[in-house]
């Protein structure tokens, strides 16, 4: 058994798993899409080979000019016996072929909300998470999708808070006064992992890579002045998004996420969204309130596995 990255004379092969879609990500048009755009590459997609037979394909997913993938995409098997061992080994290999220091992988499965009451996909579901958690992603995160289309109506703008624009080192620093008590995991786990002014630097030049236009980031005040909180609509692949929005600790309670995230809805709707998307925590429950409060619904959930904090 020979694990390796693909080359093109594998393309036939890769595309006919593609078409067994379990609860893959990756569809042929994403394929092709993400190919061409640079998220999907050569050198990020594994199979495990056996006399020259392909038995297994991992399609990890990273942004373009990454120098190594951020999320798994996709496992499939060709073979006939359990496929958990043949995955795990694939995870490793790919983790292994990171440096220690590059931020942990992670794998994401994007489901509908009633997911659970569907015997298919957690028959599919339930093998790969076996063998992500074999290979080390052992922590568990679940996290509501939101969606905002023009048909919802826009939110009311704030009438409290004026919104400025500011240079990175601002927002450096309010990302790490906002990610004092936080209940979104993932930031816990870059904290744990690189410090608080570490997570914040990382998590700045992450949404600065992303397809969303730098100049859309507001600092928010109240009347008397006061630095409230931060809105950084953005965009991904799949289009607008909400990024990122925070309120200062001491501030806290007073509905000011609302505000912020009503800001960010009116920034990218005068852009032209047609949708807007937005994730939180199953256990973010006032952000969760303050998206159904502002008109957005929830479509579905994206389960995310990844490795403990350190």
């Given at each position: 058994?020979?694990?390796r990255?693909t080359?093109e004379?594998?393309?036939?092969t890769i595309?006919?798993?593609i078409?067994?879609?379990?609860?893959?990500?990756?569809?042929l048009?994403?394929y092709g899409?993400?190919v061409?755009?640079?998220y999907y590459?050569?050198?990020?997609?594994?199979v495990?080979?056996?006399d020259?037979?392909?038995?297994a394909?991992a399609?990890w997913w990273?942004?373009p000019?990454?120098a190594?993938?951020?999320?798994?995409?996709?496992l499939?098997?060709?073979?006939?016996g359990d496929?958990v061992?043949?995955?795990?080994?694939?995870?490793?290999h790919?983790v292994?072929?990171?440096p220690?220091d590059?931020?942990?992988?992670e794998y994401h499965?994007?489901?509908?909300?009633?997911?659970?009451?569907q015997p298919d996909?957690?028959?599919?579901l339930e093998?790969r998470s076996?063998a992500?958690?074999?290979?080390?992603?052992t922590?568990?995160?679940?996290?509501?999708?939101?969606e905002?289309?023009?048909a919802?109506?826009?939110?009311?703008?704030?009438?409290?808070l004026r919104?400025e624009?500011?240079?990175?080192?601002?927002?450096?620093?309010?990302?790490?006064?906002v990610?004092?008590?936080s209940?979104?995991a993932?930031?816990?786990?870059?904290i744990?992992r690189?410090?608080?002014?570490g997570?914040?630097r990382?998590?700045?030049d992450?949404y600065?890579?992303?397809p969303?236009?730098?100049?859309?980031w507001?600092l928010?005040?109240d009347a008397d002045?006061k630095?409230i909180g931060?809105?950084?609509?953005?965009?991904n692949a799949g289009g607008?998004?909400v990024g990122?929005?925070?309120?200062?600790p001491e501030?806290r309670?007073?509905g000011y996420?609302?505000?912020l995230?009503?800001e960010?809805?009116h920034?990218?709707?005068e852009?032209?969204?047609?949708?807007?998307?937005a994730?939180?925590d199953?256990?973010?429950v006032?952000m969760a309130?303050?998206f159904?409060r502002?008109?957005?619904?929830?479509f579905a959930?994206?389960?995310?596995?990844?490795f403990?904090?350190?």
């Open positions: 058994m020979t694990i990255t080359v004379a594998d393309l036939d595309l006919s798993l078409e067994q879609k379990s609860v893959n990500t990756v569809t048009d994403r899409e993400y061409a755009d640079g590459r050569d050198d990020w997609t594994w495990v080979e056996e020259g037979r392909i038995l394909l399609i990273g942004a000019g990454d190594h993938p951020y999320s798994i995409d996709g499939y098997y060709a073979g006939d496929p061992p043949v995955w795990t080994a694939l995870i490793e790919a292994k072929a990171r220690a590059a931020e942990p992988p499965f994007f489901l509908n909300s009633d997911w659970r009451d996909v957690v028959a599919a093998p076996q992500a958690a074999a290979a080390g992603l922590e568990i995160t679940d996290r509501l999708r939101y905002w289309k023009p919802y109506g826009l939110p009311p703008r704030s009438t409290r919104f624009p500011a240079d990175d080192e601002a927002f450096v620093d309010v990302f790490m006064r990610s004092e008590g209940l979104d993932a930031t816990a786990r870059e744990a690189l410090g608080v002014e997570a914040a990382e998590e700045l992450m600065k890579s992303m969303g236009d730098r100049s859309w507001r928010g005040y002045g630095l931060f809105a950084m609509p953005s965009a607008p998004v990122y929005l925070g309120v200062l501030q309670g007073h996420s609302d505000d995230l009503a960010i809805t920034l990218l709707a852009t032209g969204a047609e949708h807007i998307r994730d939180t199953f256990g973010n006032p309130k303050s159904e502002l008109g957005y619904r929830n959930v994206r389960r995310v596995l990844s403990p904090e350190v």
